[in-house]
């Protein structure tokens, strides 16, 4: 079956440093996912990337589709502590049929 | 908009008892999941429906069944709980490959 695997698990950063995680996939993917989960509560869709190489942008939030399309990247820059929850990318086995990624939780101290 | 709902939000059960985790959308959306998140970890897909009537296995479909008869409801049955079934449940829904919207989740305990 399909695997999409995340890196960090964890990552822990003062407030003001820049964050990035990773997702990698074993197959080429029509297209990416990213989810946002607050501690204690539901993911929430940030995002979804398409096409080969493609970058998108959302206030401090850098997301990256590989020119495979087998792997993704988000980037924050100058992180905050409203950035604190665990980050999830997800990509499709089949249409409609998304597979998460294990999650990097991100912790931002004062 | 309540978007998707689920209930309930906790419950205890003992081994080997039976519930069925409720989930209704309003959004007309054909496309509804089930997840499990066990603590600190990813989501794992349990069943999935494209439409009413039309359901199929997601990651981990093992000591659970699903039925789909209307768009709007989706709801997840566990037969003879056992401890390993102790999660958080995640119902969402979505209208085509794109965004999902999850449920606030049902946390359940099996002892």
């Known amino acids: 079956g399909q695997q999409v695997m995340q890196i960090p698990q964890y990552q822990h950063v003062q407030e003001g440093e820049d964050f990035t995680t990773y997702c990698n996939s074993s197959t080429t993917l029509s297209n990416i996912q990213w989810y946002k989960q607050r501690p204690g509560g539901h993911p929430v869709f940030l995002i979804q990337?398409?096409?080969?190489?493609e970058v998108k942008k959302q206030k401090r939030l850098t997301f990256q589709f590989g020119e495979a399309k087998k792997n993704s990247s988000l980037h924050i820059t100058a992180t905050q502590t409203t950035d604190v929850g665990t980050y999830f990318c997800a990509g499709p086995a089949v249409i409609n049929k998304f597979y998460f990624g294990s999650g990097t939780k991100l912790n931002v101290k004062p | 908009n309540a978007g998707v709902t689920q209930t309930p939000k906790f419950r205890i059960l003992k081994i080997g008892q039976s519930m069925t985790l409720q989930c209704t959308q309003d959004m007309n959306h054909n496309y509804m999941y089930w997840y499990r998140q066990d603590p600190g970890m990813g989501l794992k897909l349990i069943y999935y429906?494209?439409?009413?009537?039309?359901?199929d296995k997601g990651e981990v479909p093992n000591g659970y069944n699903v039925s789909r008869s209307t768009t709007e409801d989706f709801p997840l049955r566990l037969e003879l709980a056992a401890p390993s079934q102790t999660s958080v449940y995640f119902c969402?829904?979505?209208?085509?490959?794109?965004?999902?919207?999850f449920g606030q989740g049902t946390r359940l305990t099996v002892v």
């Open positions: 990337l398409v096409k080969s190489g």
């Open positions: 429906s494209v439409g009413a009537g039309i359901t």
């Open positions: 969402a829904s979505s209208s085509t490959a794109f965004e999902a919207f």
